[in-house]
């Protein structure tokens, strides 16, 4: 009997070891899962401003100031009102789940008063958060407003208790109940009420939950350490786009360098390298900061963390994120174009040859490195724009190495011959049209992508080089470039630097160069014998400027340089030489003062003018001389001038020709050798 209990025992004690270890690891599982949750840091309701956008039916609110355009939207009541009037209804499309605190809104909206000396309003302004709507109307007796322009203020007092979620509603309604102008001007008065600009900036401030910000589990390469902040919101990539700044701090310090960003769904995720770990086991707190409007108060939220790091060189120095890294974080890349062109001629007409240059910089060059890393890649998340390119001879180890392969850069300027356009709008934001021309119109295509000397996937400039050739019509008016960067809005560049340089040879000439709609940009034309130059020029040009370089390309000897400089020259030579068949009896200092009009066309030749403004300068040269020349005094002949030697001289009154005298007699009549006219001398 005690031997079959200890027996039943051990098999028991046996059959709980085995199910323990064999839960164990289930366990274990799960409890490291729970440490690799993200944590929740900020989630509380903030101070926010929205503005009023939009007209008609389409009005909504956004907490954007970029969104604000350029134009204001109004509504206008031109007559005094006894009833209830609608002056717009604003709604909110997003809103976050969370508590709304009690607090008091404050509603401001731009008005103009016109066509009387003032006008009396009773007005609402209605708040419905959910279910819950609060409201504020004007002072008792109606708010007087001025003629002019000024601010109609609400303040509006929301309780506690109101509850949004992602599919709630929040709407701003105002209403007019009366309305009486003073001192009216006829039909003429109005009140209008404006909002959706930057100069009518109106908008609703108050408080409400507007996001989630969340940071997940360091990611540990070598003596690299990847800090991530994860932004949860109804904006998705807006929320960073369009917010004003984020920074991260590790122990008070911030960490500098360009984040990562990276988006899933509406969740945003950017992520940092922290390379000053200490190494081994340690401890620190990150802090979080989002300034996510102007003038608000800034989004903070921290936690500590337990990491462990190791000596060593470390991982690359920037994260690899296994989602497409976003394109923009709302400040924009820096873009420099360099354009070079040369027009020639031969038996098929006029050729140009262009090679455009584009350096790219910081997130948009990181996205390009990151989509060149994945060439061929079926992953149905990634854009159109990265999934058109095919493998082609990119294998499955190239792929996703975290290095560029020579593969992979052969397979890009392959294709890109075909997917050039698509690449350039919907990837990079360029019309490319705008840019390089008509892709189906070029003979021939060339595209060059050059690293700079950094094969790895990092934040690091990258060069495309285009280079093509197309025939041109002869002595048709073209554009040579033309305003080309898609406007977003959320900029995906910070601003763009530009320099064209086109070149003709001897025989062939860009006349008639035109830069239109822009004034920051310099247009330079200038001209040699051996070809014409046209030269453009911008610097920190913003993705709205507008711009537009026309000419006319041709090949008629009218217009070529050579020519040009050949007929100018000869002009010039022969309508000297009739001046001075003219003068050959005339004084001719006058004359050659004049001669300073040959640098002066040298100049207006120089600097590119065409060949009509060229002629006509001659022309007007030639006349100026040969009527100078015809105004010229006479000289004295010879044998007159030899034989006044021993006579006394007088001038004559009218031409000053030195005349001899040469009798006594008084009075004394004779011609003047200059102009011929008759002297009288009487004494």
């Known amino acids: 009997m005690g031997v079959h209990v200890g027996t039943m025992r051990t098999a028991t004690i046996i059959t709980f070891l085995l199910v323990g270890t064999l839960v164990l690891p289930f366990v274990s599982t799960s409890v490291e899962a729970a440490d690799s949750e993200d944590v929740v840091v900020y989630s509380d309701a903030s101070e926010v401003e929205l503005y009023l956008l939009g007209s008609d039916s389409n009005k909504v609110l956004t907490p954007f100031l970029a969104e604000l355009g350029e134009e204001s939207q109004s509504v206008k009541i031109q007559n005094s009102i006894q009833s209830q009037e609608t002056v717009g209804k604003w709604a909110l499309p ?39 709507s609060y409201s504020a109307q004007t002072d008792p007796g109606g708010s007087i407003l001025a003629q002019g322009s000024g601010n109609l203020e609400f303040k509006i007092d929301v309780e506690a208790g109101g509850v949004l979620t992602t599919s709630s509603s929040l709407e701003l309604e105002m209403t007019a109940q009366t309305l009486l102008f003073s001192l ?10 404006f909002w959706g600009s930057t100069d009518d900036d109106s908008s609703i401030e108050g408080t409400l939950p507007l996001l989630d910000i969340m940071m997940p589990e360091p990611e540990i390469e070598g003596s690299d350490v990847y800090l991530a902040v994860k932004l949860d919101s109804p904006w998705g990539l807006s ?135 994945h060439i061929g890649d079926d992953d149905q998340s990634l854009s159109t724009t990265l999934r058109a390119f095919s493998a082609g001879s990119v294998t ?109 040879n001897a025989f062939t000439s860009f006349s008639f160069s035109e830069l239109k709609l822009s004034e920051n940009l310099d247009l330079s034309v200038s001209r040699m014998p051996w070809g014409d130059t046209i030269h453009l020029e911008g610097d920190g040009l913003q993705q709205e400027e507008e711009f537009r370089l026309e000419t006319v390309p041709t090949k008629a000897l ?67 001389w040969w009527i100078t020349a015809f105004s010229s005094p006479r000289l004295a002949p010879q044998h007159s001038r030899q034989s006044a030697a021993s006579y006394p001289m007088i001038p004559c009154p009218a031409c000053q020709v030195m005349n001899p005298v040469t009798t006594m007699e008084r009075p004394h009549r004779f011609a003047c050798t200059g102009c011929e006219r008759v002297i009288k001398l009487v004494a």
Do not use: C
């Open 184 to 193: 009216p001007e006829g039909a003429d008065a109005k009140l209008e009420f």
């Open 396 to 504: 499955d180890e190239d792929r996703i190495s975290r290095n560029i392969e020579p593969t992979e850069v052969g397979e890009f300027e392959r294709q890109m011959a075909n997917l050039g356009p698509m690449y350039l709008s919907s990837g990079l934001g360029i019309n490319a049209e705008d840019l390089l021309g008509v892709f189906p119109d070029f003979d021939s295509i060339q595209v060059d992508l050059d690293l700079n000397g950094e094969n790895g996937v990092v934040n690091h400039p990258v060069t495309l080089r285009i280079s093509t050739t197309e025939t041109v019509e002869d002595d048709k008016r073209m554009e040579l470039i033309n305003d080309f960067l898609i406007v977003q809005p959320a900029p995906l560049w910070s601003d763009f630097s530009i320099s064209l340089t086109a070149k003709t």
């Open 94 to 132: 997003q809103t976050w789940e969370g508590e709304v605190p009690a607090s008091e809104w404050t509603f401001s909206i731009s008005y103009v008063v016109s066509g009387a000396a003032a006008a009396q309003i009773n007005a609402t302004a209605t708040i419905t958060i959910g279910s819950k």
């Open 558 to 624: 009218v217009f070529a340089p050579l020519v040009i400089a050949v007929l100018s020259a000869a002009g010039l030579l022969l309508a000297f030489a009739i001046t001075m068949r003219i003068t050959r009896q005339r004084k001719r200092s006058f004359v050659y003062f004049e001669l300073v009009f040959v640098p002066i066309i040298g100049l207006i030749y120089i600097f590119g003018y065409n060949s009509i403004v060229i002629g006509g300068t001659i022309i007007g040269s030639a006349l100026v």
């Open 239 to 373: 929320t960073l786009a369009l917010a004003e700044s984020i920074s991260l701090s590790v122990d008070g310090q911030p960490v500098t360098g360009d984040p990562i960003e990276t988006a899933s769904g509406d969740t945003v995720r950017v992520t940092w390298t922290w390379d000053k770990a200490s190494g081994g086991i340690e401890t620190i707190k990150v802090e979080v900061e989002l300034q996510f409007q102007p003038g608000m108060p800034a989004l903070k939220g921290s936690t500590t963390f337990e990491i462990e790091t190791f000596d060593g060189s470390g991982g690359t120095g920037t994260y690899y994120p296994p989602d497409e890294p976003l394109r923009t974080n709302g400040d924009g890349s820096s873009l420099d174009i360099d354009i070079q062109m040369d027009l020639t001629n031969d038996a098929n007409g006029l050729r140009l040859q262009k090679v455009t240059t584009l350096t790219v910089g910081n997130e948009m060059a990181f996205w390009m490195r990151w989509g060149l890393d």
